[in-house]
Structures are given as structure tokens and as C-alpha cells.
């Protein structure tokens, strides 16, 4: 079975810059949710949506955003890129709305801003 | 403020040793406690969960133990392999309410180092 996949693995941009991320859940999971990882740190919850609609937001500034589609699949857009907002990108996905429970993570999208 | 304290940052143990990773938590409304394994390069797998009805879960090699008055869990690996060597992360969600955010809070994670 497939797991989570995510798109693109490495990124490289630069300040001020625009950037998408994506992720496909695994198939029959319906909520995609989506955390940042800082080296040498735990990950940090940024969204999670479920049946298209978000149903949760962590405390990132309004520069992060993120859309659900028919399909379930997700992006993640960052705005005016910072410095600091170099990290691992992760997906995860579950079955229900109840995302806390089993959430399976993908492998992620490493991003590089200089 | 951080809602999950993890210790050690680092653990070296011999194989076949026990491994043991502690984890604090702050959040009375938390119900759900994961355990997540990362290799380099790739995504946390979860690796074994409890909650707070059961005092001890055991799959293998690996057990959580809880203490739901000290708000603290733990993760035991027993007889310890080389191919455990990873960071390991506690983490916490509080029960689904039907409409609002549901989310993983993790600690900041324990290198474990398995030494032959």
C-alpha cells in the first residue's frame, strides 16, 4: 500500500519568494494535516483539513496557507519566505476527522530558504 | 509554552540493553499519547499509543507506560538493537470536540544511540 506522499523532497528558495508544497494521503484517508519540523526539534501542527474544510490552525503567521481538494490530496503555500522558515515540511494523514488519533506521516519536503 | 517535556535530548545504551524515554505533559484534557520513531531523512512513524484508561501498552519489544497523577508516560524498548538507533518523540492530542482543530503536540525529541 502506498503511504503518504509528498512533493517535491528538496527545495531551495530564496527570501521574499512564494512557495507549494503537496501531499497525497493515503488512499480512503480523508484528513491531511500539516506540521513543520526545525532541526532538532519535534514537529509543529500548522493545519489540519478534513472533508476540504480546515478544521484546525496552529499558530503560524497569515503567511501559511492551505487548501484540501476533491480528491483529498493538499497543498501548503508560505508566502514571503523567511529565513526561519527553513525546516521539514510534513503531511500526515488519517481516516477520520478525529486526525489526532493514527495520523501517518509522509516523508516530507525539505525547505531551504537563503 | 511547551505543553510536552521530553528527556533525555540524547540516550546511548549497549545492545541489549533497556531503553527508557520519559515524557511530561502539562494538558489535563489530553487523552491520546503516541510515540513516533524517525529515522534521517524521513518522516515520524508511529511507532506504538496509549490512553489514559490503561496504565501500561505493550507491542514487542517496545512499551508505554502511564501514570495519569503525575501526568507523565514513558516509552520502554527492550533488549535494544543497533536498528533502533533513532529520535524518538512523545506526543499528545487532546479528544476530537466534532468541529474545532485537532492536533499532535510533540515533544522535542531523544537521539537514541544503540552502541553493539
Known amino acids: 500500500d502506498a503511504g503518504v506522499t509528498q512533493s517535491p523532497t528538496h527545495l531551495i528558495k530564496t527570501r521574499g519568494q512564494h512557495v507549494t508544497l503537496r501531499c497525497s494521503p493515503i488512499?480512503?484517508?480523508?484528513?491531511v494535516s500539516w506540521y513543520q519540523q526545525v532541526l532538532g526539534q519535534g514537529p509543529q501542527f500548522i493545519f489540519q483539513y478534513y472533508e476540504k474544510e480546515e478544521r484546525g490552525r496552529g499558530n503560524f503567521p497569515d503567511r501559511f496557507s492551505a487548501r484540501q481538494f476533491p480528491n483529498y490530496s493538499s497543498e501548503l503555500n508560505v508566502n514571503a519566505l523567511l529565513l526561519g522558515d527553513s525546516a521539514l515540511y510534513l503531511c500526515?494523514?488519517?481516516?477520520?476527522?478525529?486526525?489526532?488519533?493514527?495520523?501517518?506521516f509522509g516523508p516530507g519536503t525539505r525547505l531551504t530558504v537563503t | 509554552q511547551q505543553q510536552v517535556k521530553q528527556s533525555p535530548q540524547s540516550l546511548i545504551v549497549q545492545k541489549g540493553g533497556i531503553s527508557i524515554i520519559n515524557c511530561a505533559y502539562e494538558?489535563?484534557?489530553?487523552?491520546?499519547f503516541p510515540w513516533y520513531q524517525q529515522f534521517p531523512g524521513k518522516g515520524p512513524a508511529l511507532l506504538i499509543a496509549i490512553r489514559p484508561d490503561v496504565s501500561e501498552k505493550k507491542e514487542g519489544r517496545f512499551t508505554i507506560s502511564f501514570n495519569k497523577s503525575a501526568k507523565q508516560f514513558s516509552l520502554h524498548i527492550m533488549d535494544s538493537q543497533p536498528g533502533d538507533s533513532a529520535t524518538y518523540f512523545c506526543a499528545a492530542s487532546p479528544p476530537y470536540s466534532g468541529a474545532g482543530s485537532y492536533q499532535l503536540t510533540f515533544g522535542k525529541g531523544t537521539k537514541l544511540s544503540v552502541i553493539p
Open positions: 494538558n489535563t484534557a489530553f487523552d491520546y
Open positions: 488512499s480512503g484517508h480523508k484528513s
Open positions: 500526515a494523514s488519517s481516516p477520520t476527522a478525529t486526525g489526532g488519533y493514527e495520523q501517518y
